[in-house]
């Protein structure tokens, strides 16, 4: 059974750094692209970055292009997101999202979730 | 950017009668590389992360109801759901992943009339 366990979410002053962490199980991880999408509370599906099954190549919107790094690690199943320059538009949650496609690549639909974790981004 | 546009954004439906969303992309979507259409369609329930229902903007994902489908192609995408039940009343999401930023629509509410 695929699972995505995001942590790391919680309260920030803006201008501040988080990183965020995805433990994933129940795949083989480094054959798939990860992404991360964001959502503000009451608001649409933003996607916001993804990284290669092999961590080769990674891509961001650009709303946070410059300030967010994606990265994976695949001897430990985890996906990160870290964030800087925090902003309150950047509050959301943030959802760990699964590649559909088992090529490595990053155009893809997203076939898993995990149930997100919230930031906060508020003096 | 390719700009996803739902319409509508509300919908009401009876209980057993059909719903059409659609959604229109400001560029092509389709790649003539492999004729594949970058395009997906999700459902979102309060509370929970989306659930993708349809990919390839016609490949229904495994155990998703055969009453969901999806059509379209190039800018013109539909999802249709053919005989509307209560658990499907909530939000549906279109995507494209054909070129980053890989963006969704505004969102369309489906209710019950």
């Known amino acids: 059974e695929v699972q995505l366990l995001e942590s790391g979410g919680g309260l920030v002053e803006p201008g501040g750094s988080l990183r965020l962490s995805c433990a994933a199980s129940g795949f083989m991880f480094s054959t798939f692209a990860m992404n991360w999408v964001r959502q503000a509370p009451g608001k649409g599906l933003e996607w916001v970055s993804c990284i290669t099954g092999n961590a080769g190549r990674t891509f961001y919107a650009d709303a946070v292009k410059g300030r967010f790094t994606i990265s994976r690690d695949n001897s430990r199943n985890t996906l990160y997101l870290q964030m800087s320059s925090l902003r309150a538009e950047d509050t959301a949650f943030y959802y760990c999202?699964?590649?559909?496609?088992?090529?490595?690549?990053?155009?893809?639909?997203?076939?898993?979730w995990g149930q997100g974790t919230l930031v906060t981004v508020s003096s | 950017d390719i700009v996803m546009t739902q319409s509508p954004d509300s919908l009401a439906v009876s209980l057993g009668e059909r719903a059409t969303i659609n959604c229109k992309s400001s560029?092509?979507?389709?790649?003539?590389?492999?004729?594949?259409?970058?395009f997906a369609w999700y459902q979102q329930k309060p509370g929970q992360p989306p659930k993708l229902l349809i990919s390839?903007?016609?490949t229904r994902e495994s155990g998703v109801p055969d009453r969901f489908s999806g059509s379209g192609s190039g800018t013109d995408f539909t999802l249709t759901i053919s005989s509307l039940q209560a658990e499907d009343v909530t939000v549906y999401y279109c995507q494209q992943y054909y070129s980053v930023p890989y963006t969704f629509g505004q969102g369309t509410k489906l209710e019950i009339k």
């Open positions: 390839w903007a016609s």
């Open positions: 999202a699964k590649a559909d496609v088992n090529v490595g690549s990053c155009p893809s639909s997203v076939d898993y």
């Open positions: 560029q092509s979507v389709l790649a003539s590389s492999n004729n594949k259409n970058y």
